[in-house]
């Protein structure tokens, strides 16, 4: 494909994802009413509080009355409340049929999710404090509970919600890749600012992370040998941070466009990943996160025999997409196709 078709394509992606939510921003009373009608039949059933079920319901209902005030907004930056994760899973999650679907599992007795596939939201109650919070998810449509799947866990960049910035193309071709190699994706919030320890997955965040995994764990029959970590920018750095201090759970890991220095934040002992395949992903012309980040980081894991390739994109004669990133978007090719899903399930604990 030639660049001004994937210019266009872009351009078409970044426009819709801003429609989605301006859409909802006028038609969120209609809308609330099918998802109080939601709560009101689980409540009616004899349905507790704290089931999946009603606890995504009423994460719903507080999307719909965010947009109803008019905060149509995707950066968490942007305000202290939450914002909408990811615009894809919420018009996914406000059909009808999947509301009804949901609904139905639960006062049958069934998983709330059960026979839901594909990319979607999932609602808990946080162990760092009670609050309500969700993640995304994306399950292969022929999943099948009897087959163990592997899973990834994706650590989303600063100023992201949950899972890849929506207006990149490959937000989508990532998925395909899942769907095509029957993997099992996860995306949590990891709690922006924790009065513990802001951002970057540590304190509030780590923990945030660990409970989704379980979840996740908990809801689908995981290959506990083949549990990938990926990240890009700060989740870049996440991913450094929570496999060094959990190097048990993952087979392999993949730091895009991360920093592992005291540049910003105390250091990464990348000695507790000697064990743990790694693949880095830098863009050379990065003008957020230099790419000596990633190129020292390899240096040191070759000098301690690890298992690590690090893939370099020369993007120092940017066009207009790689411009309006500062050079930052590694995630753009680190995550197209299917390389790094392929390099992924060739690692097994």
Not at 195 to 210: A, T
Not at 225 to 234: H, I
Not at 285 to 292: F, R, T, Y
């Amino acid at each position: 494909m030639d660049k001004s078709k994937i210019m266009y394509f872009r351009s078409i992606i970044s426009v819709a994802a801003i429609a989605i939510l301006f859409f909802f921003s006028s038609c969120s009373p209609p809308q609330l009413n099918v998802i109080e009608q939601a709560i009101r039949t689980l409540e009616s059933n004899n349905i507790v509080q704290t089931h999946e079920a009603m606890l995504l319901f009423k994460r719903y209902r507080y999307y719909l009355a965010q947009l109803e005030k008019g905060r149509s907004y995707v950066d968490w930056r942007q305000n202290d409340n939450p914002p909408i994760y990811n615009p894809t899973a919420f018009m996914r999650m406000m059909d009808e049929v999947m509301i009804q679907k949901i609904v139905g599992n639960t006062i049958a007795g069934r998983e709330a999710f059960y026979g839901i596939t594909g990319l979607f939201e999932r609602a808990y109650l946080s162990e760092v404090d009670g609050s309500l919070d969700s993640y995304i998810i994306y399950v292969p449509h022929g999943y099948n509970p009897a087959e163990k799947y592997p899973l990834i866990i994706m650590l989303h960049g600063y100023g992201d919600s949950a899972y890849l910035n929506p207006y990149t193309p490959v937000h989508f071709d990532f998925l395909k890749a899942c769907e095509l190699k029957g993997v099992i994706m996860a995306a949590p919030r990891g709690r922006h600012n924790p009065s513990e320890d802001p951002m970057f997955y540590r304190g509030e965040g780590e923990r945030d992370v660990l409970q989704v995994i379980n979840l996740v764990k908990k809801a689908y029959t995981i290959d506990e040998k083949r549990v990938y970590l990926t990240g890009d920018s700060m989740g870049g750095y996440g991913t450094y941070y929570i496999a060094g201090r959990h190097p048990e759970l993952f087979a392999a890991i993949a730091p895009v466009c991360g920093f592992w220095s005291e540049q910003f934040i105390q250091r990464v002992d990348l000695n507790t990943l000697k064990g743990i395949p790694v693949y880095l992903v830098h863009c050379a012309g990065d003008k957020s996160v230099p790419v000596e980040e990633s190129r020292s980081a390899y240096e040191i894991f070759k000098e301690m025999g690890a298992d690590v390739v690090y893939r370099e994109i020369d993007n120092t004669d940017p066009d207009a997409w790689d411009s309006f990133f500062g050079g930052h978007n590694a995630w753009d090719y680190a995550y197209e196709g299917t390389a790094l899903i392929d390099w992924f399930l060739q690692h097994k604990q």
